[in-house]
C-alpha cells in the first residue's frame, strides 16, 4: 500500500521539520550577540574577563589579560601574528548564563587596527559603550559609536571605573548627548562621585546596592541590597549621601528621558550603567539587564527579500577574513556571522559569489581559551571557516535553491595613504598578489592614481600601523621588500555622481583623483578644509566617506 507509506513518511518528516524549526527559534531567542567598543585603557578588557567570569567560561579572571599585554607594540603584534592561534581565540567568546548564550565580539584594542574593530560591528546584534568616567566620550569611543549609529543597532553605556573620582553623572550624560548625539536613560545612579563611591541606586528596583570596596575582581562580588527608604540606607550613607541621591532621582524622574523600550531597541536612547569592572561592581546586574533589553538576532533586509533567523535554511556571511593562520600551511580562516537556520558539521552550502557548492567540513568556534570544532550552530553564532582562497569579505554563504545576497561589508575611510612600490621590480607578480591578499582581508585599501596608472599604487590604511604589518607581512609571506613612501592625505571620499568625470572638476590643488579597486572614483585630501572647499566649487559634486566592500 505505497500511498499509506507515502503518507506515513510525509507525516514523519512534517514532525521532524516542526522539530527542527521549534529547535531553532529556541536557539534563537536564547542568543545574544555584541562587541564592546571603546577607547584604549576604558577597562574593556577587565570588563570582557568580568562577563567571562559570570559565565564561567574563565575560572580566574586575568587569561584575557594575558593576550593584552601584546596590544602596543608592533613586534609583539607580529608575533601574536605568527602563533594566529592566540588572536584568533580572542575574535569571538562564546558562553552560556542563564540560559542565554552569549556571543563577545572581541575587537582589537589598538586603535591603528580600528578597522577592523569596524568591520566586526558589522556582525554584532548590539553593542556596549564603555566608558572611563573620569574621562567621558574620548576619542576612539566617538569613532565606533558612529559605525554603530549607522547600523541602527542599540547601544549600552557602562560608565566605569566609578570606584575612583569620576565627571558628575548629569555632566556625562549631557557630554553623551552633545557629543554622539544620542539621548540616556540612567538604570541606576552613583553614590558619591569624588573618589568616594558608596553604591548606586537601583531605579528598576527602587533599591541601593552598596559598594563594599571589592575583592579586585578575582572572585564574583555580590552587592548589599536593600530598599532606598530603608533607614538603615540614610544611616549608613548619611544625611549628605541620601539626600543628594534623593534630589537626583527626582531631578531624572521629573527631567530626564523615560524608559522606553522601543527607543533602545532602534538605538535612539541608551540605557546608562554606572559601575566599576576591577572591583566587580555592577557588572552582574548590568548582564542581567542587558540580556533582558538587548535583541536576538533579527530579520536581515537583502535585495532578495527578509532573511528570517528563524528559518530552518541557513544563511550567513563572512566578515573577517585573516591569513596565514598557520605559517606553514599559509591557510586562510574565514569568520563568518550566520544569519539563519542551523548549521550543522558537514553540511553543504552554496557560495553565491561563485554559485559552487562547499562542503563545511572543519568549522571551528572560539572559547575563551581554545578553538574547537563546532558540530551545530545558529543565527548569532559565529564560526571560523577554513578558506582555500575562495572567500571574500561580505560573501554570502546559504542553503536552498535561489539566491541571497547580504548587504557588502562597509568599506571604513582610511586615514593613512603611502605609495608603495617593490623594492624590486622583478618581484612584480608576488608584490600585486600580496597586495591583493591584503585588500581582500580589508587590512589596505589599494587605490590607483587615474594620472599614473598602475606603476605605483597608493595605499590608504585606518591606523598608520597597518604600514608597518603591510611592510612585514610583504616580507614574510610573499618575499617583496617594499618601498614605501608616505603621502601628506588624511581622507577618502568616494564621487557619488554616475557619470560625473572627476578630471573636470575643480578641486583644490593639494587634492588628488584615484580609483578604487573596483574602478570607482574617489579623491584624497589632506584635510576638512579641502573637501569642503572641493564642495563650495562643484555644488553638483556628491562625496560619501563609506563605500561598500562589494
Ligand atoms: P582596555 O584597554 O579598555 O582593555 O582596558 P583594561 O581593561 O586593560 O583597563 C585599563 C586599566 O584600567 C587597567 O589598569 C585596569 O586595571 C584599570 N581598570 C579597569 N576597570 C577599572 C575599574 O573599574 N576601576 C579602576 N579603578 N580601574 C579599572
Not at 514523519?12 to 527542527?20: A, E, H, L
Not at 604600514?467 to 608616505?486: A, S
Amino acid at each position: 500500500m505505497p500511498g499509506v507509506i507515502g503518507l506515513y513518511k510525509f507525516r514523519v518528516t512534517q514532525d521532524q521539520m516542526s522539530d527542527i524549526k521549534s529547535e531553532i527559534k529556541k536557539e534563537v531567542a536564547r542568543r545574544k550577540t555584541f562587541a564592546i567598543i571603546s577607547h584604549p585603557d576604558a577597562g574593556k578588557t577587565t570588563l570582557t574577563e568580568k562577563l567571562l567570569l559570570y559565565g564561567g567560561a574563565i575560572r580566574l579572571a586575568g587569561s584575557v589579560k594575558a593576550r593584552k599585554a601584546n596590544k602596543y607594540a608592533v613586534s609583539d603584534w607580529m608575533e601574536i601574528e605568527k602563533q594566529r592561534g592566540i588572536s584568533v581565540t580572542s575574535s569571538v567568546m562564546q558562553f552560556d548564563y542563564s540560559g542565554f548564550c552569549i556571543n563577545i565580539l572581541d575587537t582589537p584594542g589598538h586603535q591603528d587596527f580600528s578597522e577592523d574593530t569596524y568591520r566586526t560591528l558589522v556582525a554584532a546584534d548590539s553593542a556596549v559603550m564603555l566608558i572611563d568616567g573620569a574621562k567621558g566620550v574620548e576619542a576612539q569611543t566617538i569613532k565606533l559609536f558612529h559605525v554603530c549609529k549607522l547600523r541602527g543597532i542599540p547601544i549600552f553605556t557602562f560608565v566605569n571605573k566609578m570606584d575612583r573620582a569620576s565627571k558628575d553623572p548629569f555632566e556625562l550624560m549631557e557630554e553623551i548627548e552633545r557629543v554622539l548625539g544620542i539621548r540616556s536613560y540612567p538604570m541606576n545612579w552613583p553614590i558619591g562621585t569624588e573618589g568616594d563611591f558608596k553604591g548606586v541606586y537601583n531605579r528598576k528596583l527602587k533599591q541601593i546596592e552598596l559598594f563594599d570596596g571589592g575583592e579586585h575582581g578575582q572572585s564574583q562580588v555580590s552587592s548589599t541590597v536593600g530598599k532606598a527608604d530603608d533607614p538603615v540606607f540614610a544611616d549608613l550613607l548619611g544625611s549628605h549621601y541620601h539626600d543628594k541621591l534623593c534630589e537626583d532621582i527626582e531631578l531624572l524622574d521629573m527631567a530626564g528621558d523615560e524608559f522606553d523600550k522601543k527607543k533602545i531597541r532602534s538605538g535612539e536612547l541608551t540605557p546608562l550603567f554606572f559601575g566599576s569592572a576591577m572591583t566587580n561592581f555592577g557588572v552582574q546586574p548590568f548582564l542581567e539587564e542587558f540580556l533582558e533589553l538587548a535583541p536576538s538576532p533579527g530579520i536581515v533586509d537583502t535585495a532578495e527579500g527578509e532573511v528570517d533567523p528563524e528559518s530552518d535554511k541557513f544563511s550567513g556571511f563572512i566578515f573577517k577574513i585573516q591569513a596565514n593562520m598557520n605559517p606553514t600551511h599559509r591557510d586562510r580562516l574565514a569568520f563568518l556571522r550566520i544569519c539563519s537556520g542551523k548549521f550543522s558539521k558537514g553540511m553543504s552550502v552554496k557560495h553565491m559569489n561563485t554559485g559552487k557548492e562547499i562542503r563545511l567540513s572543519q568549522p571551528q568556534q572560539f572559547m575563551a581559551q581554545e578553538r574547537t570544532i563546532v558540530d551545530e550552530a545558529y543565527a548569532g553564532d559565529i564560526i571560523g571557516l577554513f578558506d582555500p582562497g575562495i572567500f571574500n569579505l561580505g560573501d554570502t554563504l546559504f542553503e536552498g535553491n535561489g539566491n541571497v545576497r547580504f548587504e557588502g561589508i562597509p568599506i571604513f575611510p582610511a586615514e593613512y595613504f603611502a605609495r608603495v612600490t617593490p623594492a624590486d621590480t622583478m618581484k612584480r607578480k608576488q608584490f600585486i598578489k600580496g597586495i591583493d591578499q591584503l585588500s581582500e582581508e580589508g587590512a589596505i585599501q589599494v587605490f590607483k592614481q587615474i594620472d599614473i596608472g598602475i606603476e605605483a599604487l597608493i595605499i590608504g590604511v585606518v591606523g598608520a600601523l597597518q604600514f608597518e604589518v603591510l611592510e612585514y607581512r610583504l616580507k614574510n609571506e610573499y618575499g617583496v621588500q617594499l618601498r614605501l613612501q608616505n603621502l601628506p592625505y588624511r581622507h577618502a571620499r568616494w564621487i557619488e555622481n554616475e557619470g560625473l568625470d572627476p578630471r573636470k572638476l575643480n578641486l583644490p590643488s593639494t587634492a588628488v583623483i584615484v580609483e578604487d579597486k573596483l574602478g570607482r572614483n574617489s579623491i584624497l585630501f589632506e584635510n576638512e578644509w579641502s573637501i569642503r572647499m572641493a564642495e563650495e566649487r562643484n555644488k553638483e559634486l556628491r562625496l560619501v566617506d563609506i563605500a561598500t566592500q562589494d
